[in-house]
């Protein structure tokens, strides 16, 4: 039990802990989300932190978004392949019903960033108006939290090769493969509290996401909450 794998990898990143370092938690009591939600963390799931360390060459910080989500997906693939799995921008990996399969969270401190992946596997958070789903309620019986820990933590090198060596574009290229389809309706609510829907219109060449508005012009969104309508 810990408070948050993050935070732990946080202090110890400022400590000069190296990049690949990994830290898996049985249980979480202080797990969190983005925007500072409350991410619950019972035993049975897989809570886990790496640490990457920037490298004046290496693409823009934020699209390492694209690199966790990439590994997630290929892992689940693996460890339950009858799964239909989607990815919704930036990194969540939703069921084919829409319902959150997994939480990701970077969080920076000098060169380092700190990607904390949360993958349901026995049980699911509640998120307010968001559907959630693990692999057991989908009738999958995952493995142990510590083998599907080793499968990601291969999967996430791989991804951080091709990042650091082919760029963004080749990420987004395999992401818009993994994502809903090109025309598929969201909703987007902007940090400022607006509210927009359209069209998803596929990602821009640094990797945000192009909303499609009704009168046919594209919005190129590079924060916000996504929701499938």
């Known amino acids: ?16 802990a190296p990049e690949g370092l990994w830290l898996r938690a049985d249980a979480q009591d202080g797990g969190r989300g983005r925007m500072g939600r409350n991410w619950e963390s019972p035993a049975g799931n897989v809570f886990a932190s790496t640490i990457v360390r920037l ?19 290929d892992t689940l693939h693996l460890i339950a392949p009858e799964c239909a799995v989607q990815i919704k921008w930036p990194n969540d990996l939703l069921s084919a019903d ?14 380092a960033v ?18 959630t789903t693990d692999l057991k309620t989908l009738v999958i019986l995952p493995p142990h939290p ?9 999967n996430m090198a ?22 809903h389809p090109v025309g598929t309706a ?3 609510q902007l940090p400022n509290g607006e509210r927009e829907e359209g069209l998803y219109a596929g990602l821009t060449a640094e990797g945000a996401l192009q ?3 009704a009168d046919g012009t594209i919005h190129a969104i590079h924060a916000a909450d996504v929701f499938l309508v």
């Open 186 to 188: 969201l909703s987007v």
């Open 211 to 213: 909303l499609r508005l």
């Open 158 to 179: 791989i991804w951080m090769g091709r990042w650091r060596q082919y760029g963004v574009q080749t990420l987004t290229t395999h992401w818009q493969k993994a994502a």
């Open 55 to 73: 490298q004046p060459s290496d693409p823009q910080a934020p699209t390492l978004a694209f690199v966790a989500a990439l590994a997630v997906y």
């Open 98 to 111: 829409g319902a959150k399969l997994c939480g990701i969270l970077l969080e920076r401190k000098g060169d």
């Open 114 to 131: 700190v990607v904390g992946i949360g993958i349901n596997l026995t049980s699911s958070p509640e998120i307010p108006g968001r559907l």
């Open 146 to 154: 510590q083998a599907v820990t080793e499968i990601l933590a291969s």
């Open 1 to 16: 039990m810990t408070g948050s794998t993050n935070d732990d990898l946080l202090q110890r990143a400022a400590a000069g």
